[in-house]
Nanobody
Framework: VQLQASGGGLVQAGGSLRLSCAAS????????VGWFRQGPGKEREFVAA????????YYADSMKGRFTISRDSAKNTVYLQMNSLKPEDTAVYYC????????????????????WGQGTLVTVSS
């Protein structure tokens, strides 16, 4: 499976963006999907994850209430709706796929993911 992230761009603080992660070559049905981000000079960090079969969602504490991860099975796409954006949200955002039987405790770890998209840049201006 190949993953394609899109939807990044420049937005003012307080604004919103919706990122998309589209799968090709194979359906998402065997994968749970996560979003990670890497800001300038920072390490890659977990943002959110969703299980493909059950639709359970998981968030980093700093994103709860502002970000929402969702899926559209018909479109083979996972979304990340980001609201109330802050300058510190500026980063390259990556989507990634993990085998469906990955334990939930591992979603926060980038090493649990087997497939990665190329990233999409989000810039939040103050």
């Amino acid at each position: 499976v190949q993953l394609q992230a899109s939807g990044g761009g420049l937005v003012q603080a307080g604004g919103s963006l919706r990122l998309s992660c589209a799968a090709s070559g194979r359906t998402f049905s065997s994968y749970d999907v996560g979003w990670f981000r890497q800001g300038p000079g920072k390490e890659r960090e977990f943002v959110a994850a969703i299980t493909w079969r059950g639709g359970s969602t998981y968030y980093a504490d700093s994103m709860k209430g502002r970000f929402t991860i969702s899926r559209d099975s018909a479109k083979n796409t996972v979304y990340l709706q980001m609201n109330s954006l802050k300058p510190e949200d500026t980063a390259v955002y990556y989507c990634a796929g993990a085998n469906w039987n990955t334990p939930a405790s591992a979603y926060f770890n980038a090493l649990a993911y087997d497939v990665w998209g190329q990233g999409t840049l989000v810039t939040v201006s103050s």
